[in-house]
Each structure stands twice: as structure tokens, then as C-alpha cells.
């Protein structure tokens, strides 16, 4: 199995470090099944994010169809500004829609072992492209009213889990995103051992439909 | 419900990603009005349209759904008074933001 986090300029390094060293510690854990890559939108190389120019290299071209999990980042970068006039997280994230990720999502989504996750907001960049209308997901809270805005059901949990889409919130979800992958993927006890080795205990219940449903208050 | 809306319209609206700018075009039916929008890549029709004469001039609401630049389901209220309208979209949750419009 394969886990791909996808790199695109602006993005979130702590988004993307994140799931990969947990991802990396769980397969460490498993004898090395997972493989885990940072992948390019169209070319493998370096990849410059939104703090302070960080950059990243791109292993390899995302590829869609690989059975396992495709993780989209956020974007860093301003909060408040005009968005006429300043590149804010929002306008990073909507510009995605112009490139070739949409599309390569959108085959990820038709594949049939292909889970699609996202950190913070890689899934107001999805929405923004039209990709998760109806379905429910969370972003960062700062952007939860623009994902419902874009016709998403949004469940203000740390990770949401609506099948072949799983979303978490902002920035340091990415930790709980990539180990309830683990546990999903590979039991309670692979989730188990990463939290203790990095001191870290998940927060939070991962919302899913299943079970009953709450009475409204 | 009057003929005053009915024409060409350049609007300009803000979205969280910035200021859009569509081409609306409102005409009068028989069952009422009907209309779409241009913008950047695409054409949408407008949905719910109505349009009530008030004191200050022809108060009109719309629904649209655009998917460019982003995906977003807006509702409009607006005032036309002559040949400007004036008013808010909403999308969602969002706070409202201002629309202008010209007749053109």
C-alpha cells in the first residue's frame, strides 16, 4: 500500500510533515508494507511552501489510480486582507482548481482501493473544485463556513471520516488524520505504538456515520 | 412584479476569494421572470427569481450556484432602482457581501 501526500506551491509543511512521520513510523512498525511519498501535481522536484519559502521535494508524480491513500495539505499564508489584493489561504487554496490536481482527484476518487485524505484546508481546496459536494468533511475552523458555503456537510470534528474521504481540521490534526489511517488500515495496535513513540495521544471522537444518530436538542 | 429588472445587467460581487464580475440577464415571462449569469468560463441560471415593487424601487431576490472560480451557492437581495441595483449575496454561512450592479 501506498500513502501519497501531494505537494503543491503554498502549501502547509507542518500539513504534510505531520501524517508523513507518522505514516513513516507506522510502517516502520509493520515491517515496511506502507510505502509513504511526497508526490508533485505534474512533476516530481522541489516544491516551495507558504512559511517563510520552506521547500520540499517531490519524490515523484502523484499517481491516482495506486491503491492506499492520497493526502492533500493546506496552504499557508495570510488569514485576513482583502482578497482582491492579498494572496490569503483562501485564494491559495481556490487557485489548486487551476491546476491538474482536480482532475487527478477526481481519478483517485474512481479508483477502486484509493482513499482520499485531507489536512486542514486541502479539503476547502477540494470543495473549491466542485470534488465534495454533499459529502460531509471538516477544515480548519477558520474555513468551515467556506466549505458549507460550497455545498459540503461540515462536521465540526478533528477527523471526519466519510469513507473513501477522510478530512481533519487545521494545521496539527494531520497528527490524529494519519493515525486513525493507521488504526483503520491497520488495527488499534500499529495506532498504539506511533502515539506513545511520538507523545502523543489522539483528540477526540472520529466522527463517521455510523451508529445512531443524536436527537436534536 | 413589474418590467423593471428585465435586461442586461453587469454585476460586480465579492467572494471569499475576491471580487467576481457576471453578466446578468433578466427577462419577464409569462410564469414570471427568468435569467442567467455570465462569468468567467461559464453560464449558470438563476433560480427563485422575484421581484416586488417597494418604496425605494423593485427589491429582487435570486438564487445561483456558480462553480467558477469556485464552487458556491449564492443567494442575492438586491434593490434596483432605474438603472443600478444595489444590495448583498450570501453564500452558506459567510458574513453577506456587497453587490452592485449597472444596467448595460
Known sequence: ?217 | MTNVLAGTWAVTMRTPIGSIEAEMHFALNEGGFSGTATGKGETVPLHDITAVMIDTGERVTWTQTITKPMRLHLTFDVLVDGDRMEGHSRAGRLPRSTVTGRRI
Open chain 1, 1 to 217: 500500500m501506498l500513502a501519497q501526500i501531494v505537494l503543491f506551491d503554498g502549501f502547509d509543511p507542518l500539513d504534510v510533515i505531520a501524517p508523513y512521520e507518522v505514516l513513516c513510523a507506522g510502517s516502520d512498525v509493520i515491517g515496511g508494507e506502507l510505502e509513504v511519498r511526497l508526490v508533485g501535481i505534474d512533476a516530481a522536484g522541489p516544491v516551495t511552501s507558504g512559511t517563510r519559502g520552506l521547500r520540499l521535494q517531490a519524490e515523484e508524480v502523484l499517481r491516482p489510480e495506486e491503491p492506499g491513500v492520497v493526502i492533500v495539505p493546506g496552504a499557508s499564508g495570510p488569514i485576513e486582507g482583502d482578497p482582491d489584493e492579498v494572496a490569503t489561504i483562501p485564494v491559495l487554496l481556490a487557485r489548486i482548481a487551476g491546476t491538474s490536481l482536480p482532475g487527478l482527484i477526481e481519478r483517485a476518487f474512481a479508483a477502486p482501493d484509493v482513499l482520499v485524505a485531507t489536512v486542514c484546508g486541502g479539503s476547502l481546496a477540494l470543495a473549491m473544485a466542485g470534488l465534495i459536494e454533499g459529502r460531509t468533511a471538516v477544515t480548519h475552523r477558520l474555513g468551515n463556513d467556506v466549505l458549507h458555503a460550497a455545498g459540503v456537510h461540515v462536521v465540526e470534528a478533528r477527523v471526519v471520516d466519510d469513507g473513501d474521504l477522510v478530512t481533519s481540521g487545521g494545521v496539527t490534526s494531520g497528527l490524529d488524520l494519519a493515525l486513525h489511517l493507521l488504526d483503520r488500515q491497520y488495527g488499534p495496535r500499529i495506532a498504539h505504538a506511533i502515539e506513545r513513540l511520538f507523545e502523543y495521544e489522539r483528540r477526540g471522537t472520529v466522527w463517521h456515520a455510523s451508529g445512531r444518530a443524536p436527537i436534536a436538542a
